[in-house]
């Protein structure tokens, strides 16, 4: 897969869970939907050339920051 859109049965994961259609880093995300929430998921960056595949991401709480939203 060298360009986006990847054919069936990959989605945008935007359209399958609240996350936005870029993620800076990342790029635009896809997913075969029967895979969720565990992926792996195909990203593109973007000129939605060079795919490269996403199998885990760390997250953690920064207490330097404050939350948003509370």
Known sequence: M???PPGDPYIKVSDALPL???IPGLGTL???PETL???????YDELS???HTISGV???YNAGHELIGR
């Open 20 to 22: 936005p259609e870029f």
């Open 30 to 32: 896809f997913i075969d």
């Open 2 to 4: 060298k360009a986006a």
């Open 37 to 43: 929430p565990a992926g792996p998921f195909l990203a």
């Open 49 to 51: 050339v060079g795919s």
């Open 58 to 60: 760390d997250i953690y």
